[in-house]
């Protein structure tokens, strides 16, 4: 049997930090370390236990968790997993915390904190486990490079799906796309509350338009439509989204392969399909139909990945046309856009 995910709490709430000690105390996945009120009594309970996963509350007293976290990744980088509130100030820090370096998130619910927990129990477990296994990237992953120059492109339709650390790879591809890029259809695995504010950050920092999808939209070149957390995104004839409340797909509203096996129907051949860093599984079979329609898939590689889960489980399936590190995905997707249907991108130059 491996050895239990040692996990330090952070978090100045004595009652989350006991249900967060019940919750993972009743899996013997898990070993509870030690918990802190506050950054200041965490930072020796760091350095005492030196723990595999922290889970770090976003408002503390005497440091904020987004300064500890910066501390965290600079001096001792450690998988974080935030534990914040599912509120527009929460969520907005949460970004923050993703951007500089957090795994992933988990949303406090709201009200009574006891009423929404047991809820999570399931959440909470599978998002520590991953983190254990994650690779830390601290800060930024890749540096502002600016966007790329207009150009001409041909009638193209890119689809993105990403889970665990994704946030930080959609950012880096999204600012190196020009003002008329193709459209942009992403799902992100996040709380509901969270991909508003996403998308918002998002449409600050790039060239294109970035919204969170409404229902009936027609996708156009130059913008980026992202699914609303706890809705299922598909692509209609006439390029038109349709957003739902149906049942959750591979355990999750939106869900990857939904979306990807929507644009294969509509677009087929020409459709580019990208599946980065995340746990689990979903998008792996809808890339594959992807693929299967004639589009060119690309799949984020293990070494620039946070978790190398959904591209993996894509690439063993034979999924994944070429598989490459972020840093090189977006120049190689504007590459196949303008080259046109059916051409390899070994015969764009540098992808050889």
């Given at each position: 049997?491996?050895?239990?995910v040692?996990?330090?709490?952070?978090?100045?709430?004595?009652?989350?930090?006991?249900?967060?000690?019940?919750?993972?105390?009743?899996?013997?996945?898990?070993?509870?370390?030690?918990?802190?009120?506050?950054?200041?009594?965490?930072?020796?309970?760091?350095?005492?236990?030196?723990?595999?996963?922290?889970?770090?509350?976003?408002?503390?007293?005497?440091?904020?968790?987004?300064?500890?976290?910066?501390?965290?990744?600079?001096?001792?980088?450690?998988?974080?997993?935030?534990?914040?509130?599912l509120?527009?100030?929460?969520?907005?820090?949460?970004?923050?915390?993703?951007?500089?370096?957090?795994?992933?998130?988990?949303?406090?619910?709201?009200?009574?904190?006891?009423?929404?927990?047991?809820?999570?129990?399931?959440?909470?477990?599978?998002?520590?486990?991953?983190a254990?296994?994650?690779?830390?990237?601290?800060?930024?992953?890749l540096?502002?490079?600016?966007?790329?120059?207009?150009?001409?492109?041909?009638?193209?339709?890119?689809?993105?799906?990403?889970?665990?650390?994704?946030?930080?790879?959609i950012?880096?591809?999204?600012?190196?796309?020009?003002?008329?890029?193709?459209?942009?259809?992403?799902?992100?695995?996040?709380?509901?509350?969270?991909?508003?504010?996403?998308?918002?950050?998002?449409?600050?920092?790039?060239?294109?338009?970035?919204?969170?999808?409404?229902?009936?939209?027609?996708?156009?070149?130059?913008?980026?439509?992202?699914?609303?957390?706890?809705?299922m995104?598909?692509?209609?004839p006439?390029?038109?989204?349709?957003?739902s409340?149906?049942?959750?797909?591979?355990?999750?509203?939106?869900?990857?392969?939904?979306?990807?096996?929507?644009?294969?129907?509509?677009?087929?051949a020409?459709?580019?399909?990208?599946?980065?860093?995340?746990?689990?599984?979903?998008?792996?079979?809808?890339?594959?139909?992807?693929?299967?329609?004639?589009?060119?898939?690309?799949?984020?590689?293990?070494?620039?990945?946070?978790?190398?889960?959904?591209?993996?489980?894509?690439?063993?399936?034979?999924?994944?046309?070429h598989?490459l590190?972020?840093?090189?995905?977006?120049?190689?997707?504007?590459?196949?856009?303008?080259?046109?249907?059916?051409?390899?991108?070994?015969?764009?130059?540098?992808?050889?």
């Open positions: 049997m491996a050895k239990p040692r996990v330090l709490i952070v978090d100045d709430s004595a009652l989350m930090r006991q249900m967060l000690s019940a919750i993972l105390g009743s899996d013997p996945r898990f070993d509870v370390v030690d918990t802190a009120s506050d950054p200041l009594i965490a930072r020796e309970k760091i350095k005492r236990h030196n723990p595999d996963v922290i889970t770090l509350d976003v408002e503390m007293p005497r440091m904020n968790g987004l300064d500890f976290l910066e501390k965290i990744m600079k001096l001792r980088p450690t998988p974080v997993v935030m534990i914040s509130s509120t527009s100030e929460g969520s907005e820090a949460t970004l923050k915390a993703l951007e500089i370096g957090a795994v992933d998130v988990v949303g406090k619910p709201a009200g009574f904190i006891g009423d929404g927990m047991e809820e999570l129990r399931q959440e909470i477990m599978t998002k520590i486990l991953a254990a296994e994650s690779q830390v990237k601290p800060g930024k992953v540096p502002w490079k600016g966007p790329s120059k207009p150009g001409t492109f041909l009638d193209r339709v890119i689809a993105i799906g990403a889970s665990t650390g994704g946030v930080p790879a950012g880096a591809i999204l600012q190196a796309l020009p003002s008329n890029a193709p459209p942009v259809v992403i799902v992100q695995h996040m709380p509901e509350s969270f991909t508003g504010r996403l998308a918002n950050r998002l449409d600050h920092i790039c060239e294109v338009s970035v919204c969170e999808a409404r229902n009936g939209q027609v996708l156009e070149p130059g913008h980026v439509y992202v699914a609303p957390g706890g809705r995104m598909r692509l209609m006439g390029r038109q989204l349709r957003l409340d149906e049942v959750k797909v591979n355990g999750f509203r939106p869900s990857v392969d939904v979306l990807f096996n929507s644009v294969a129907e509509c677009e087929s020409r459709a580019v399909g990208v599946l980065l860093t995340g746990m689990g599984h979903d998008g792996a079979k809808g890339l594959l139909r992807l693929r299967q329609s004639g589009a060119v898939t690309f799949g984020q590689d293990q070494g620039s990945s946070v978790v190398y889960g959904m591209p993996r489980v894509a690439h063993l399936l034979g999924a994944v046309c598989q590190p972020l840093s090189r995905i977006s120049d190689a997707l504007l590459d196949i856009c303008r080259a046109g249907t059916g051409v390899s991108i070994s015969a764009v130059p540098g992808f050889a």
